[in-house]
C-alpha cells in the first residue's frame, strides 16, 4: 500500500522559512497530484496547495509547495512565518482512485 | 460559493450503524465527487471513501466491508452509512468536495462517539 510520510512535529520563529517534506513509499510521488491541508485546532481542515504546487484563491503567496523526484517527495514552505500559521499540516495524493494522507506535522511557531 | 452542511447522531453503541448526511449548497453538485474522511481524537485523517453525483463510489480497503456511501441528487446530498461500529470508530467525521485533484470545501465535521 502507498503511503505518505511526513514528521511529526516542526518548529520555527516567526519571520523565518519552515518546510515540510512528504515522502511517498512506492513509486514516484510525481505519478498523481499532491494537496496539503492546513487544520487548527478544532477545526476542519483547509486546503492551502492543490496539484502539487498551486495556491488556491486566498492563500497568502508566503505558501508554496514543490516535488523533488529525487527524493520522491513532496514539500510544503512557508516563508515569513507568522503565529497564525501555527497548525497541523497534512499532505494528500491518490493510490489508484483512493485518497491518501500523510500522518500530519505540527507546525509551531515559537 | 459551495458550502457544505453535515447532520447525524452523535452517540452509538457497539454493533450499531453510523449514519451521517452531507448537505451541498451553493454550487453544482454534478461537478465534483464527494468524500467522507475522519479523524480519531488526537490523531490523523484518514479517508472513508467518496462518491460521483452519478453514484460511482470508491471505498477505503480497510473500511469497505462496513462502508456504504449513497448521493440524492434531488437533494444535493450525499450520505455515509458505517456498519458495526465499535470504540474504534469514533472520530470527528468530515463531508469534502473534490473537483479533478483539489478538495476546497469542508464540512463543519460530526463527533461519533461510540460508547456501551
Known amino acids: 500500500n502507498f503511503m505518505l510520510t511526513q514528521p511529526h512535529s516542526v518548529s520555527e520563529s516567526p519571520g523565518k522559512t519552515v518546510t515540510i517534506s512528504c515522502t511517498g513509499s512506492?513509486?514516484?510521488?510525481?505519478?498523481?497530484?499532491v494537496q496539503w491541508f492546513q487544520q487548527r485546532p478544532g477545526r476542519a481542515p483547509t486546503n492551502v496547495i492543490y496539484?502539487?504546487?498551486?495556491?488556491p484563491s486566498g492563500v497568502p503567496d508566503r505558501f508554496s509547495g514543490s516535488i523533488d523526484t529525487s527524493s520522491n517527495s513532496a514539500s510544503l514552505t512557508i516563508s515569513g512565518l507568522r503565529t497564525e500559521d501555527e497548525a497541523d499540516y497534512y499532505c494528500?495524493?491518490?493510490?489508484?482512485?483512493?485518497?491518501?494522507f500523510g500522518g500530519g506535522t505540527k507546525l509551531t511557531v515559537l | 460559493q459551495v458550502q457544505l452542511q453535515q447532520w447525524g447522531a452523535g452517540l452509538l453503541k457497539p454493533s450499531e450503524t453510523l449514519s451521517l448526511i452531507c448537505g451541498v449548497y451553493g454550487g453544482p453538485f454534478s461537478d465534483y465527487y464527494w468524500s467522507w474522511i475522519r479523524q480519531p481524537p488526537g490523531k490523523g485523517l484518514e479517508w472513508i471513501g467518496e462518491?460521483?453525483?452519478?453514484?460511482?463510489?470508491n471505498y477505503n480497503p480497510s473500511l469497505k466491508s462496513r462502508v456504504t456511501i449513497s448521493v440524492d441528487t434531488s437533494k444535493n446530498q450525499f450520505s455515509l452509512k458505517l456498519s458495526s461500529v465499535t470504540a474504534a470508530d469514533t472520530a470527528v467525521y468530515y463531508c469534502?468536495?473534490?473537483?479533478?485533484?483539489?478538495?476546497?470545501?469542508w464540512g463543519q465535521g460530526t463527533l461519533v462517539t461510540v460508547s456501551s
Open positions: 496539484e502539487d504546487n498551486q495556491r
Open positions: 469534502a468536495s473534490r473537483a479533478l485533484w483539489r478538495s476546497d470545501y
Open positions: 462518491i460521483s453525483h452519478s453514484g460511482s463510489t
Open positions: 512506492s513509486g514516484s510521488i510525481a505519478s498523481n497530484f
Open positions: 494528500q495524493s491518490y493510490d489508484s482512485s483512493n485518497w491518501v
